[in-house]
């Protein structure tokens, strides 16, 4: 295939790893970097190549990039988004796609309009054990799926929080846990579970009085296909212990996978501590294979560089959905579908009522 010409918007811890992608994936040539920070830009250019621009409208422009890949922090996703799609330029944005529907629904009425390609990173979506999940409810193994379950117990420090100035704070980050740590879970639930109906939800700040924003979340969940789920979701727990996501479905089998073990990542900052698990697989006639598929997993987490191998992976199948004209994965829709999520909860929070889906940014 033609390689699809790149740009970044964003060089900073991310960027990294998307640069990292765009300079070795043989679907792209990075032709431009852009940061609003000069010496940001110039760094990337000097190490990853392509020029270097401070100004996104003149990038747009002047590059001849075809896709842009934008990793600002979230509540500055939609105005760079918006450009590139009105100038028919391809959109990957990083997760949260937004801190707000309002900003999810600018960059999907413009990538509409233009007829570009709107995606959002999810790249826990390419970790084998989700992929099992998805096929075996796809494949009906668990009948309907009933009960989907979100657990997180990750931590981060005050230093975690002062290492850029807009972490912590509403204007700057539009929430906590549930936007920034959460929404690949609340992702991969809604991708196994279907579409929700309604929410009830509470957040609290238990232990991080440095920030203004939610640590902890917990929501009761109905979904559209009558199942029910739970979330609790927390980064107050010191060391940081598991994120799963379990699927009970309408025959009584049960399928999970522990995402994280410990604390999640922090992009350019620490590792993945432990490989991605299924550690829950009881459909029946195949208990068996639970012990074989750890096993595998075990083995390939050696031999890769995870936290690079699955960014490589969703944007991979963004430049081939490009080029071949399909869909990507993970979609703008599904991208807006998380922040509809944690946005009820906030919601339902300060309403101290549950909240019924689809929701309209008032
Ligand atoms: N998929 C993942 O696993 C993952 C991991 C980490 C971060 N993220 C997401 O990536 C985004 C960035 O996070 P980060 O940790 O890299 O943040 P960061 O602060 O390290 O980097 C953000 C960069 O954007 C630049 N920037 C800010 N405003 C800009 C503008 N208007 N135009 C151009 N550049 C601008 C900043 O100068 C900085 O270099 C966030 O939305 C975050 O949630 C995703």
Known sequence: MKPVRTALIGCGKVGGLHAGALTTRPESTLVAVCDSSAERAERFAARYGGRAF????????????????????????????????????????????????????????????????????????????????K???????????????????????????????????????????????????????????????????????LNHPYIEVDDTAVAILKFRNGGLGSIVTSLSQKPGLFTKVHVHGSNGASIGVETDRGATFIAGVSKIAEPPLNDLWTIPGEEHLLAEFQATDRARFQAIDPIAHYHALQIQDFLQAIRVGRPPLVTGEAGRAVVEIFSAIYESNKNRSAVFLPLRES
């Open 54 to 133: 401070r100004d996104v409208p003149q990038m747009i422009r002047e590059s001849g990039a075809e896709a842009v890949f934008i990793c600002t922090p979230h509540p500055l996703h939609a105005e760079p988004a918006v450009l590139a799609a009105q100038a028919g330029l391809h959109v990957l944005v990083e997760k949260p796609m937004a801190a707000s529907l309002s900003d999810c629904d600018a960059m999907l009425g413009a990538a509409e309009k233009s007829g570009v390609r709107l995606s959002v990173m999810s790249q826990r979506r390419f970790y084998e054990p989700v992929q099992r999940i």
């Open 135 to 205: 096929a075996a409810i796809e494949g009906g193994k668990i009948g309907r799926p009933v009960l989907g379950v979100f657990l997180m117990f990750s931590w981060r420090d005050q230093a975690y929080y002062q290492s850029d100035p807009w972490r912590g704070k509403w204007d700057t980050e539009g929430g906590g846990v549930l936007v920034n740590q959460s929404p690949h879970q609340l992702d991969l639930l809604r991708w196994f579970m279907g579409d929700l109906e309604e929410i009830s939800g509470r957040w609290a700040n």
